[in-house]
């Protein structure tokens, strides 16, 4: 039999003085079922929970109504309460009566009487309530990391020097992502490098973390605390274990300088078998099957070439290599994928957004993008840090370089701001000028954005003290133009400050185009079930309380995959991910709220419908076998550690096999019926 | 079922809503602290998400005498599930056709996003709702149905 | 086109291609046509072919005691067909476990309550614009004939027949309608023949067959009825092919595929959604796109 106690609570005068507590106790009282009805001034103070754990204890309450203010502010008080009180905290519902009635109805018939109508909803709800226990979900303890430029080596490390195992993940051969790439950094022009390679070091040799280069993920399964994840390791045809990494394979090749180096935006060479910098992290080469001579003559039956397996002393060399799929277990997951610049050609791989054909980049040798900038002016880069043109290896006396390239442009598809290129430009401009002290640098920019410890006065050196000239407004076209035998590209820009066009003729122009998403991260955030905007940024499941989190639970985020930002943002963000991550792979098992659906397995008709409308992937069709392993019938069922309880599976549900813990079609609709005779 | 016994002057339209909760649920909350006032004729129930609210759910209030339904959410992609609400808002929209043919008066079920911060957007529907429902009177036809039944 | 339907399915038993053959014969005690289940080739000149083969025979597919026969050729008409296509989506059939027999369809009678032909075609016949049945294993008719009844309907398809029905519904006041189906609707006996008949309602238990809680009356009350046929047409909405059965099979005569055709209706218009059109089509509820419309939410 129910005994519910319904407690009804003054909140001093708040609800006292709208409505009749008394009048409402009186009525409730008559409810069939309630085994008690009172009232008491301030119900989640100390005396007010301890009335209503005597109560439960003394009359052997089934269910408590506590109606006061809204669930939001106290349900977790009162759960609390009930538990200490050795009732099941789930045997309890709230009735708001302040925020949705005394608060807001003056008339205090009125709303006394609709406080004793929502009272008597929740009183036909808990008389439905089961005990709940809430979810464990045993916990690996261990993390993947996928990327491995500055954001995916700093989450690595903090997880790693946390004690928990990583396993971390990175497409190309080498760690150090975007940042390897760049010559100093803003606002304090340290060099990359030195602060990047100890760290790249530092991965390669931590004992908690296992590094697969030139590998990515191919398939995720399981879920929060308990993810199987498969990777596929590319052929690298260099088995990185016998190898010493002492070169003569690389040295050797006779493609040596011939093929175009990615990682220098093909501004400079190297090999068909290569390290792409000599940094790189594992200091072990890779051939790149489409240019060497032997994989290439193995396709006809031949064996070409070889040069580098002969070289090679600890027989590391393997023509033969496969791509491998190794599965890992992990608890967590943090994404670290990163960016690449919009490409500024006229194609463009998503159709809303268009291209620049108006500044001939791809056409014009010596028009750059920022990143090959970084590349030109680097001393590890392939002009040793002789700022160099690409045409013809001069060096440029004048470069334009363009802001806004692409971001903040409705026109041309991205409506955002890409956050860091006021800052790198303005150090462009910075390195420029100390290795060309005659150059003039040029900058066409829309609005200067220099938020950030020492950022402003770092663009103010930069103009005031290395002299670029800072033009607000838009180059609208750069033509190739022959000046006294010189080859010039002419920016038709404008000044709208003061109102005139300026025109520049300039040996080199950089473009500082748009930050976008890495490639291929939208098809990563669909196995990983994380959502992206429009963009394929990866969204954040709050973006102020949970900016680290998704909505895949246990999978992370941090860097620029989430969104544009600089290198002391992303590591912060990194750094973030990586607590979050420790946080949750440091308990022995994880507990969910208990309140998800079931499935009536013997009535579901394995329709699916369910399956495809879940948002969190959270329910399967399996299959019913007896003892002996015969089929019965298949079935939906929910993953208790991945649903989250929206209860969209209920709805869409024709036979309601589906329902939702917590909010069942029994509670729901006894609430409704029990307005029945008031209405 | 008293509805023939009541007067239609002292008709008092009841409103049942649907509300998800973590917006439209705040959204009330937040007109509450803000003491926004508006008519007491409205019962709210809270569900997790729009996505949960299954059709049948509007059909049984208006069975138990309601005069008019709300169904209310966060607005699309704030959902706190991410997408119940995108769910809910495409069966809305082929359920209202529904009991357009069926001759249910579409003036007597509403859909509303409204989010936690929009307390004063609520005291406004729940005000117009209300307003609206006392001006057509009490939901007669569905009310002679079960009379009937 | 009867004798080559029974020869290509005598072919597929004796070739044991399938163990049972669900097709038309002449059932009733008057001759109405049925469904008409053969396992042996010596019983295929039971089977025929006609414009009085009104029911939808997919229903049989997800049936326990048909399924135990073995492997299933049945007969179907281009809007059965959809049926199929369907059940293969919501994965209740696999597609290679049963071979499909399309027929080219001209056109079904409608019958009086004596279960006589009327010679006036079903109000789906008129609008129809599919003759020959799609994605089937096998076609049995004139392709091209079904091509040109296609083309004859196209340009008026959306004014006929139930369209037509459906049209002077919605011009009604809201209030005219509603008395409308009070009336139909006090005629449902509840004996869900309906439901019977659909070939999309396979749960193992309907939820107007469930309590506790109670969601809609079981048995037949005005407001039970209401319920149950908005909820009825609502769970086949995106589902429905508008074969028909449904309102064939109502004792009552009340024509419930006009609130299934409101949904089609519906699905088309809004959402380019057409049911059974594909194998591995998502279903229309249950997935969702971000730019739905949403005029009218506040
Ligand atoms: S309640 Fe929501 S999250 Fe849980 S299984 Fe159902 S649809 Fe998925
Ligand atoms: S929607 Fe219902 S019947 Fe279909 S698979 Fe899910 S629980 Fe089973
Ligand atoms: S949580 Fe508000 S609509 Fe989903």
Redesign the interface.
Known sequence: MAKIGVFTCWCGENIARNVDVDKVSEAIAKLPGVGCSMNYKYMCSEPGQSLIATKIRELGLTGVVVASCSPHMHLKTFRKTCELAGINPYLIEMANIREQCSWVHSDKEVATAKAIELIGMAVEKVRRNHALQPIRVPVTKRALVIGAGVAGIQAALDVASGGVEVVLVEREPSVGGKMAGLSETFPTLDCSQCILTPRMVEVGQHPNIKLMTYSEVEKVDGYVGNFKVTIRQKARYVDIAKCTGCGSCWNACPKKNKIPNSFDYNLGNRGAIYIPFPQAVPARPTIDPDNCMRLQSMKNGKELCGICAKKCQTNAINFHDEEKFVEVEVGAIIVATGYQLYSIKKEQENPRIKGYAEYGYGKYPDVVDSLQFERIISASGPTGGEPKRPSDGKTPKSVVFIQCVGSRDNAKGITYCSKICCMYTAKHTMLFKHKVHDGTASVFYMDIRSGGKMYDEFVRRAIEQDGAKYYRGRVSKIEQVMVDGERKYRCYGADTLKGTPVVVDADMVVLAGAIMPSSGVTQLAQKLSVGYNEYGFLSESHPKLRPVETNAAGVFVCGACQGPKDIPETVAQASAAAGKALIMLSQPELTREPEIATIDE?????????V??CPYQAIS?EEIRDRKGNFIK?TSRVNPGLCMGCGTCVA?C????ADLIGFT??QV??QI?SLADVF | MNAETKSTDAFEPKIVAFVCNWCTYLGADLAGTNRLEYPANIRILRLPCTGRVD??LI??AF?IGADAVLVSGCH??DCHYT?GN??A??????????????????NRV????ISAAEGAKFQK?VTEIVDKTREMGPYE??KK??A?? | METELRNAIRKLLEEKTVDVAIGYGRVGVNGAVGATFVTNPDDVDRLVWNNECRQNLATHLTRAEIKKLGKPAIVVKACDARAVVVLCN???IKREDVYVIGVVCDGIETADAAGNKTGALMGKCLSCVEHAAKNVDLLIGDEAAAKALDEKNAPNAKSVGHYEK?AK??A?S?????????EQFSKCIRCHACRQNCPLC??????AD?N??????TSS????N??W???R???L??RCVGCGACAAACPAGIELD??NL??A???ED??GYVSGKELGE?????????T???E???
């Open positions: 013997k009535l579901c008709a394995a329709c699916g419908a369910c495809k409308a069709i298949k869409v024709p036979s309601k096999s079609d029994d609709y006894a019926e | 059709f049948n059909v049984k069975e699309p992609g997408a995108f769910h808002r495409r069966r809305w929209d082929l359920f209202r056709e529904l009991l357009d043919t069926v001759g249910i008066d579409l509403y859909f509303s996003w529907l036809d569905y149905l079960v009937e039944s | 919501e994965a209740q459906l519904l919605r009604m809201q209030k005219e309608r509603f008395e409308y189906w009070r396979y749960c193992n238990r309907c939820v469930k506790r809680p109670t969601r809609i009356d009350s005005l407001k039970g209401f319920a046929n908005i909820l047409a609502f769970h909405a995106g006009l609130l409101t949904l209706n519906a699905a809004q959402f998502l279903p229309l509820i249950g997935t969702y796109s971000p739905d419309k949403e009218f939410i506040r």
